[in-house]
């Protein structure tokens, strides 16, 4: 159901099953979940890329031959397996790079909303059209209005349109859109850029955003004013410091 390829401190997570277009079966949506939790906790590994397999998506939500399992019981685990998808990549302390190559849409958009950058494809496209079967995106929804404007996000979530990447862009939804055949490059080359930072810096810095993106601000920015004084304590963050005084490349500790 998934892929996962190592190199050097970079792990490519993969959706292998192309004939479905990438579809999340429960069987897939927990082992995503555990490869999530175990590269988070994995000191060899410092960006996690995912993807799909294949060209035509990178992820087309539900598998719909799961919808019709009798019983309430069975039909919550569904659910369950894919709240607790999201929230193994919610959670993630190291930076997750999105490489869509194709559609993203329905459970698919989480997967995009919750990495923290995103590339795509021009053939890529989005969308949760789940209005149009008479469903609602309940649990795809809370990802996506938390990336991008409200007004963007009910476009999407009310009138169930596929929009394309060059739209996606405009929102909000992606970082940037390149041609299919520059996809791999320009992801390698964030990839790289992320990788030659700090691990721990990484680690403490995105526990901040996550957790403080819904507090209010005045305790915002109590919160963060205690993770600042953490972070400077770091050895990484007095590394940083000194080799930037002393005109040199930093050597990180990760700690």
């Known amino acids: 159901m998934i892929r996962i390829d190592q190199q050097n401190a970079v792990a490519t997570v993969t959706l292998d099953n192309p004939a479905k277009r990438n579809r999340l079966s429960i069987q897939a949506m927990a082992e995503l979940r555990n490869a999530f939790?175990?590269?988070?906790?994995?000191?060899?590994?410092?960006v996690v890329v995912i993807t799909g397999s294949g060209d035509k998506a990178f992820c087309a939500g539900a598998d719909l031959g799961e919808f019709d399992r009798p019983g309430i019981v069975s039909q919550r685990e569904?659910?369950?397996?894919?709240?607790?998808?999201c929230l193994a990549l919610y959670s993630m302390q190291k930076p997750v790079v999105a490489r869509v190559n194709g559609a993203a849409v329905a459970g698919g958009m989480a997967l995009v909303t919750l990495s923290h950058l995103a590339v795509a494809s021009t053939t890529a496209r989005f969308g949760t059209p789940e209005i149009q079967v008479g469903a609602f995106p309940n649990m795809v929804m809370s990802a996506i209005l938390r990336a991008i404007p409200k007004k963007a996000a009910m476009k999407l979530i009310l009138l169930g349109e596929i929009v394309d990447a060059a739209e996606a862009l405009e929102m909000g939804l992606v970082n940037a859109v390149v041609p299919a055949d520059q996809l791999d490059k320009t992801v390698a080359d964030i990839v790289d850029r992320l990788a030659a930072k700090s691990s721990a810096i990484f680690g403490l810095g995105l526990d901040s955003v996550r957790v403080s993106s819904d507090?209010?601000?005045?305790q915002a920015l109590e919160y963060l004013c205690e993770m600042a004084t953490i972070i400077r304590n770091t050895d990484d963050c007095q590394e940083g410091a000194k080799a930037f005084l002393e005109k040199r490349k930093p050597i990180w500790k990760g700690r």
Do not use: E, G, H
């Open 215 to 218: 507090m209010p601000y005045p």
């Open 37 to 46: 939790q175990d590269l988070n906790s994995n000191p060899d590994i410092r």
């Open 78 to 85: 569904q659910n369950l397996a894919y709240r607790n998808l």
